[in-house]
């Protein structure tokens, strides 16, 4: 990895595509300690610390913007709107046909009128959010004596909320600009820059918290997972497909062997965040009404419950099935198969085809949905065994974040280099 980028670093076009890259993770960095007008961020951070809201879905939010949700800042909504927008389109894609048309028939124009239905969608959401935040503010503002807000009358929370709007906007306009002017997709490298910005507090926790045995086994156990999800990642399943021969005129055509790759960790990191959004939404709730003292909050709803950990387990394996049926059809698959004049030696064109990509997909989904639960387990085992873990930024659903997005940009440069014939890197 290091090796590509300082490969890169010495072709001039690449050169700009990463300062421009670093530039505008920079502004983004500036303005996620930009407070919003009229809150105390000082107190939000120490109710967010105190109302135990890490254990709930706000608890995510706060990861996903390195901390800017816990402090009101600008940016505190972060890529969270964009997100889910992206998410609810796509969802919508497969369920309205004239959504579905304009993104498969007409081409490029159609996927540029999708991107603009999201960038609104984002809109929309990002007002929704900054409206739930600012009522969220209100009520621990009455809990807190009045310590948290300066104003709380109607222009107030209009610009707050508008405030809070605007930068989830911004960050969807800086995600932009990378992935049209520097490396790698944007909105994966803002949250990239999100994850390690808490890399310092938590080797500050581990320091503080934790025996130096302790501290040891950590460091190593993160390479380990480390190690273990790259492999995970670039894993594939290839299924040969070989073409008949064709004569057209005086030319051969197909008599061809390749392969149709699966790729073992297909859905990436959503089921995870989409189990950690469902499953916390009980502990959320708890917290909104006050009852975090009971049996079922302590031993069901609580992150560090057993109960809790075998349910974020099945939400992880039943989401990883949904993203699979969303992203291959088997009888599209087969159909095209047939089409081009391809076949899978031992299967029949048509059905029997469909079918047997049908169970390698399944088989492919459950190994994926297995290890996508094995690494967000982790944080979970290892918490039940170090209690201050749980306040360290190593949940598994980073992890797998930030090494994919380290991938992505490692490829992203490579190609870019095989494209410029760069000497040194096809030797």
Same mark, same amino acid.
């Given at each position: 990895m290091f090796q590509t980028i300082r490969n890169a670093w010495k072709i001039a076009d690449l050169r700009k595509k990463l300062l421009f890259t670093l530039l505008i993770i920079l502004l983004y960095r500036i303005g996620n300690v930009i407070p919003v007008p009229f809150v105390n961020t000082n107190t939000m951070a120490q109710v967010f610390q105190q109302a135990g809201m890490s254990n709930t879905i706000l608890g995510l939010y706060n990861v996903m913007s390195g901390s800017a949700f816990s402090r009101a800042t600008l940016f505190a909504l972060s890529i969270q709107p964009y997100i889910n927008a992206s998410i609810i389109i796509q969802l919508l894609t497969i369920a309205i046909p004239a959504l579905e048309r304009l993104s498969k028939e007409e081409g490029e124009e159609g996927k540029k009128k999708i991107e603009r239905i999201t960038r609104y969608t984002t809109v929309g959401l990002g007002l929704l959010m900054g409206f739930a935040y600012w009522m969220m503010l209100r009520n621990y503002d009455r809990q807190w004596s009045n310590q948290l807000l300066l104003e709380t009358n109607f222009w107030a929370g209009a610009l707050v909320v508008l405030s809070f709007t605007a930068g989830s906007a911004l960050v969807m306009w800086l995600?932009?600009?990378?992935?049209?002017?520097?490396?790698?997709?944007?909105?994966?490298?803002?949250?990239?820059?999100?994850?390690?910005?808490?890399?310092?507090?938590?080797?500050?926790?581990?320091?503080?918290?934790?025996?130096?045995?302790?501290?040891?086994?950590?460091?190593?156990?993160?390479?380990?997972?480390?190690?273990?999800?790259?492999?995970?990642?670039?894993?594939?399943?290839?299924?040969?497909?070989?073409?008949?021969?064709?004569?057209?005129?005086?030319?051969?055509?197909?008599?061809?062997?390749?392969?149709?790759?699966?790729?073992? #960790?297909?859905?990436?990191?959503?089921?995870? !965040? %989409?189990?950690?959004? $469902? @499953?916390?939404? *009980?502990?959320? +709730?708890? &917290?909104?009404?006050?009852?975090?003292?009971?049996?079922?909050?302590?031993?069901?709803?609580?992150?560090?419950?057993?109960?809790?950990?075998?349910?974020?387990?099945?939400?992880?394996?039943?989401?990883?099935?949904?993203?699979?049926?969303?992203?291959?059809?088997?009888?599209?698959?087969?159909?095209?198969?047939?089409?081009?004049?391809?076949?899978?030696?031992?299967?029949?064109?048509?059905?029997?085809?469909?079918?047997?990509?049908?169970?390698?997909? #399944?088989?492919?989904?459950?190994?994926?949905? !297995? %290890?996508?639960?094995? $690494? @967000?387990?982790? *944080?979970?085992? +290892?918490? &039940?065994?170090?209690?201050?873990?749980?306040?360290?930024?190593?949940?598994?659903?980073?992890?797998?974040?930030?090494?994919?997005?380290?991938?992505?940009?490692?490829?992203?440069?490579?190609?870019?280099?095989?494209?410029?014939?760069?000497?040194?890197?096809?030797?």
């Amino acid at each position: 990895m290091f090796q590509t980028i300082r490969n890169a670093w010495k072709i001039a076009d690449l050169r700009k595509k990463l300062l421009f890259t670093l530039l505008i993770i920079l502004l983004y960095r500036i303005g996620n300690v930009i407070p919003v007008p009229f809150v105390n961020t000082n107190t939000m951070a120490q109710v967010f610390q105190q109302a135990g809201m890490s254990n709930t879905i706000l608890g995510l939010y706060n990861v996903m913007s390195g901390s800017a949700f816990s402090r009101a800042t600008l940016f505190a909504l972060s890529i969270q709107p964009y997100i889910n927008a992206s998410i609810i389109i796509q969802l919508l894609t497969i369920a309205i046909p004239a959504l579905e048309r304009l993104s498969k028939e007409e081409g490029e124009e159609g996927k540029k009128k999708i991107e603009r239905i999201t960038r609104y969608t984002t809109v929309g959401l990002g007002l929704l959010m900054g409206f739930a935040y600012w009522m969220m503010l209100r009520n621990y503002d009455r809990q807190w004596s009045n310590q948290l807000l300066l104003e709380t009358n109607f222009w107030a929370g209009a610009l707050v909320v508008l405030s809070f709007t605007a930068g989830s906007a911004l960050v969807m306009w800086l995600g932009e600009q990378i992935t049209e002017f520097g490396i790698g997709n944007g909105i994966s490298m803002i949250l990239f820059a999100n994850i390690l910005s808490r890399i310092p507090s938590m080797i500050q926790t581990m320091i503080t918290s934790i025996p130096w045995w302790g501290d040891i086994l950590i460091v190593v156990g993160i390479l380990l997972l480390i190690a273990f999800i790259v492999y995970i990642t670039q894993a594939e399943r290839r299924i040969p497909v070989s073409y008949a021969k064709r004569v057209v005129g005086r030319k051969q055509y197909g008599g061809q062997t390749t392969h149709l790759p699966i790729k073992v #960790n297909m859905s990436g990191v959503l089921p995870v !965040i %989409f189990a950690q959004s $469902v @499953a916390t939404i *009980p502990a959320t +709730v708890c &917290m909104f009404i006050n009852k975090t003292d009971g049996w079922w909050y302590k031993n069901v709803f609580s992150s560090g419950s057993i109960i809790y950990a075998v349910i974020y387990l099945i939400l992880i394996i039943a989401f990883s099935y949904f993203y699979a049926t969303i992203q291959y059809n088997p009888v599209e698959i087969a159909n095209n198969l047939r089409k081009n004049g391809g076949f899978i030696p031992g299967y029949r064109p048509g059905r029997p085809t469909a079918e047997f990509i049908y169970r390698v997909i #399944n088989k492919i989904t459950l190994f994926g949905a !297995i %290890f996508l639960g094995i $690494v @967000a387990l982790l *944080p979970i085992i +290892v918490g &039940m065994i170090f209690p201050s873990v749980n306040a360290l930024a190593i949940g598994g659903t980073s992890v797998i974040i930030v090494v994919g997005v380290a991938l992505e940009v490692v490829q992203a440069l490579e190609s870019q280099m095989l494209m410029r014939h760069y000497k040194g890197f096809l030797e």
